[in-house]
């Protein structure tokens, strides 16, 4: 059987634990958009009170980026 990388990817997800404290998004834009998107995200949720970060990233036979992003759900 042959696995594509979103097949991986999709397996890979259902291992993470729903309930680690993290909130996550996930987008797919092109490049030059994503970068925008993640600047804009820990602009807003920044690293020092959030834990923010790009959890993940890859990109796509068509050159769009799909990543996530993940933060805590308050800075408290």
């Given at each position: 059987m042959v696995f594509r990388p979103?097949?991986?990817?999709?397996r890979m997800?259902?291992?993470?634990?729903?309930d680690d404290g993290?909130?996550?998004e996930t987008f797919t834009l092109p490049r030059d958009k994503a970068r925008a998107r993640a600047r804009d995200f820990l602009d807003r949720y920044p690293k020092a009170a959030?834990?923010?970060?790009?959890?993940s990233w890859r990109e796509l036979?068509?050159?769009?980026?799909?990543?996530?992003m993940r933060r805590l759900a308050s800075a408290d």
């Open positions: 979103r097949d991986l990817a999709s997800a259902g291992r993470r634990k729903p993290y909130l996550r959030y834990m923010s970060s790009v959890e036979p068509d050159g769009d980026i799909e990543f996530t």
